[in-house]
């Protein structure tokens, strides 16, 4: 029983309001969630296999469990879950809160979630051979798909004729968790306890991991290239170390986009449609690209967040209130996001992962690479935010253990701004500038809210102390967010 | 003789080829510029007291020099040459590039500059009085002005009615500098050696520094406010360690503007003409305000540039291709600045000091507070720049120890993309999403020039590990800069 060191020891479930440790924790005051007293040995056995190995063979389910102490002194179970990266575990590009729930928890417990990134078809060899989770996602014949729908269009692909979905949201999205007892007005808080990247299950790639990078039409770039080939889309290939020992991605080679035919016969002349297999025999790879250029890895998640109430399906790519598609390189370990639950259930999902990403994702894609992630959930009811710093929270918030980190976007709730046609408006009315309007609205209104502060206290703060930077600008929902660091609140008597 | 330690020791001109320092520098890696062998001990005394004090009685000049050995091995004379502020140095509100120099120095030359903020009249017992060089420039009765100037505008206030020069242009520049040898098509190197606040010379606020942030009507939030009274401007004062033994700012009172009338008679309803002091017997200072609050201090210089070429009398405030009010705060001390010359001389000038300030500047200003500067210039001539990464360089470019950051603009050179009207026109045409094409082509081009990188690859690495922020909304011409860190290229042999 040592002293707390958890990152977020203000609201820490591993101890005691004294600072004592309850739980076993790690020397960066993680909780020893990978070894929590199995409830079923044998079973638990496969699960550590499993994340080793990356291979998600398991149905998603209860793995063990662990008493703590709550926050009001009372000893709580803490469940631990798992939901393997699979055909049956994930949907494939929306959310919606009709889905059935993969698995069901109470506050408090985890859940270790596989996620795997839409782009690994880019590299077949290196992203999905060998790995069966992977394999039966994208499992793709001349007779049937892994996964049938793509997006939230419609299922005869009578729109544009890409397939299934039609490839109207594109992010293979784990889940969704069911969170017992949360309802709408209540607010999710998602701890990210751990992420780790997902090892190549090839054996020529042992202790790799690999993400893809597209530079692709949707990119703020597109339109705008100065060599030729115009309106090239270009794929190149990142390696990461799978253990994380090197903090640096690198490439490792690159291609231009040729036409793909999928298994059902339809041509993409453009990345149209998420899964797609490219073939290596059409592609001219480039190596030696970006020689000695080190990448930072940033392991995040580019999508996470609850079921919007708007609409039953709601393709993936715009983010909202609900959180989804935020691509903010902050949301990885360690990290807290805070979201306003709008459903019952809440119905949270995860994907998009991806082991590195500047401020703007410029040309359409981070480095796409498939993650595992560990998350806490702990639902704080309506009822007792009142007074507190969620109170009224209307949108998804990011805590880190230096910052907080305000999304805005051009439109805060597009669903209910934009109208019926909302899910295709949104890519056309786009702007940084509304997206900073909102950034700036929010920001004030947190800084108000939280902090005590009177409007024009709260305005000054943010021209002389606030950071505002471009989140994505290739999301439909374009993104800006503030950085309001909590050292500008360190004055004060502890 | 011991091993260099300059921040930028693969262009030091402190020491030879192989690290042995040939001047001497203090443990920083700064060499001690305010020690130089004095030609004429008696003045620099005089400079010395002046510039503790913050008195600015002298004229500009040569104050001291030394020898260095240069790149090329020859030994060379590095002279010292001081601009203080008063009347007779400072333009007021715009670049010119008919404005006679203050000094006239050679690629090399140190020399010490203090800048005043145009702000100090919100303030004039805590950043005026008792500051002689202040005081003449603040200098305002019924019958004359100190600097009549204020702005690029008519003379006879024709337009508006609001004073000489009409404030459209509102920064206190000091210089200009006028570089021996320098040409269009050269590139003018900046090095920020040293950067100090402006000690109050009110003796009842010995040791402090104070700063103005002005919530303004060009601010982002303005026409945007949640509590009554709409449209209100707001000061708030703060205060700054003189000897920035605390690297935090505190707020010390803020007050809402009140019609104010000069001694001309003019009444200011707004913050509309420059340097108006104003009467605190018709405003209400709230003391206590942004309690326990500590606003980082990031001292820098929001104006800092090369005349133009375009237009005889410009606008201070939209920043351009030769710089200006590019607003962002890396540019302090250990920053270097690349600026293409325009005019013969290039005709440096520097104002608009800033204690801090956050990205994006959103309620139009920084914390606006008087500061010293102490710049080294390297003059770049044309022939020489082939294959160097400066060559053909259209832009301001911002280089510190880790990183190069790219400014990217609404309009990069907008007084020649806008035609006559430029200089109103910019202030309806901006948006962050211009700034951001602007900084997304500017830094493509840099990463394919100085690394030799292709379009793809450049792009790629944009999006995966480059981050793009808001720098200011509020200056006309609207900015958003790429951060480029230098250990993305860390992968090379050396």
């Given at each position: 029983m040592s002293g707390c060191t958890h990152p977020a020891h203000q609201h820490c479930s591993f101890c005691d309001s004294k600072g004592h440790l309850t739980v076993e924790v790690d020397g960066n005051g993680d909780p020893h969630i990978d070894d929590p007293a199995p409830k079923d040995p044998s079973r638990r056995g496969l699960l550590k296999g499993s994340i080793a190995a990356g291979l998600g063979t398991l149905g998603a389910g209860l793995v063990g469990s662990s008493v703590a102490r709550a926050a009001d002194g009372?000893?709580?179970?803490?469940?631990?879950?798992?939901?393997?990266?699979?055909?049956?575990?994930?949907?494939?590009?929306?959310?919606?809160?009709?889905?059935?729930?993969?698995?069901?928890?109470?506050?408090?417990?985890?859940?270790?979630?596989?996620?795997?990134?839409?782009?690994?078809?880019?590299?077949?060899?290196?992203?999905?051979?060998?790995?069966?989770?992977?394999?039966?996602?994208?499992?793709?014949?001349?007779?049937?798909?892994?996964?049938?729908?793509?997006?939230?269009?419609?299922?005869?692909?009578?729109?544009?004729?890409?397939?299934?979905?039609?490839?109207?949201?594109?992010?293979?999205?784990?889940?969704?968790?069911?969170?017992?007892?949360?309802?709408?007005?209540?607010?999710?808080?998602?701890?990210?306890?751990?992420?780790?990247?997902?090892?190549?299950?090839?054996?020529?790639?042992?202790?790799?991991?690999?993400?893809?990078?597209?530079?692709?039409?949707?990119?703020?770039?597109?339109?705008?290239?100065?060599?030729?080939?115009?309106?090239?889309?270009?794929?190149?290939?990142?390696?990461?170390?799978?253990?994380?020992d090197r903090n640096w991605a690198q490439a490792v080679y690159n291609f231009q986009w040729t036409p793909q035919t999928d298994p059902f016969g339809v041509v993409h002349k453009t990345i149209d449609y998420p899964g797609v297999i490219v073939d290596h025999a059409t592609v001219k790879e480039n190596h030696g690209v970006l020689k000695n250029v080190r990448v930072p890895v940033r392991p995040h998640f580019g999508v996470a967040g609850v079921a919007p109430k708007e609409a039953d399906m709601v393709d993936s790519i715009p983010p909202s209130y609900t959180g989804g598609n935020i691509d903010n390189w902050r949301i990885g370990k360690g990290a807290t996001m805070y979201y306003p639950v709008a459903v019952k259930g809440a119905l949270f999902s995860v994907g998009d992962p991806h082991a590195g990403q500047g401020d703007s994702e410029l040309c359409g894609t981070a480095i796409e690479c498939s993650l595992t992630g560990t998350f806490q959930f702990i639902l704080h009811k309506k009822a007792d935010l009142a007074g507190t710093p969620l109170d009224k929270l209307e949108y998804p918030l990011l805590e880190t253990q230096d910052e907080w980190v305000i999304h805005g976007f051009s439109f805060a709730n597009y669903l209910a701004e934009l109208g019926d046609k909302a899910q295709s408006d949104i890519y056309a009315k786009s702007s940084v500038d509304l997206a900073l309007r909102d950034a700036f609205r929010k920001s004030r209104t947190f800084l108000m809210d939280t902090q005590g502060l009177s409007e024009d206290e709260a305005i000054?703060?943010?021209?002389?102390?606030?950071?505002?930077?471009?989140?994505?600008?290739?999301?439909?929902?374009?993104?800006?967010?503030?950085?309001?660091?909590k050292a500008l609140f360190s004055g004060g008597s502890l």
């Open positions: 009372t000893m709580q179970t803490r469940s631990h879950y798992f939901i393997p990266a699979s055909a049956d575990t994930v949907h494939w590009g929306y959310f919606s809160k009709s889905l059935k729930p993969q698995v069901e928890i109470s506050s408090g417990d985890f859940v270790t979630i596989e996620t795997l990134t839409h782009h690994a078809g880019d590299d077949y060899d290196r992203m999905i051979k060998g790995d069966p989770g992977a394999e039966s996602v994208f499992h793709w014949d001349k007779k049937k798909k892994g996964v049938n729908r793509r997006g939230a269009g419609p299922m005869d692909a009578s729109l544009f004729g890409r397939g299934a979905g039609e490839g109207l949201g594109v992010h293979i999205c784990t889940g969704p968790v069911y969170v017992k007892g949360a309802e709408e007005g209540d607010v999710l808080e998602v701890r990210i306890v751990d992420v780790a990247p997902r090892p190549s299950a090839n054996p020529a790639y042992k202790g790799k991991s690999f993400g893809v990078n597209a530079a692709a039409w949707w990119g703020f770039h597109y339109k705008d290239l100065i060599t030729e080939p115009k309106n090239r889309e270009v794929i190149t290939i990142y390696e990461i170390d799978a253990g994380l000054s703060l943010l021209s002389v102390g606030v950071d505002f930077a471009v989140t994505q600008v290739v999301d439909g929902n374009w993104g800006v967010h503030a950085v309001i660091r």
